[in-house]
């Protein structure tokens, strides 16, 4: 599995137009500036629909410290939330012509 650092997917993600989490999700996540302070509270997920078997409105926020080093697997790039659980995230930009 290779990684890269969370500057380099922040850049990846204010180039985004949505984010596609497990199940097909799409949502159109809210980035805030870093900071390096690892509290700090960069990328915001809210929908409202299913997801992991349940229906109802869901809200993921991940923080710099938790999320320095980050995975990637093929397209998906696996973020620690708030409350520590590994969430894959797919990027999705917008083709350039």
Do not use: R
């Amino acid at each position: 599995m290779k990684s890269t650092s969370l500057k380099e997917l922040y850049k990846i993600l204010l180039d985004c137009y949505a984010v596609e989490l497990e199940e097909g999700v799409i949502v159109y996540p809210s980035i805030s500036d870093l900071n390096g302070e690892a509290d700090n509270e960069f990328l915001f997920l809210c929908w409202d629909g299913q997801y992991q078997g349940e229906h109802g409105s869901f809200y993921l926020k991940f923080a710099e410290g938790d999320n320095q080093e980050i995975s990637i697997d093929g397209d998906h790039f696996w973020l620690t939330d708030n409350e520590g659980d590994d969430i894959p995230i797919v990027p999705l930009q917008k083709l350039k012509i």
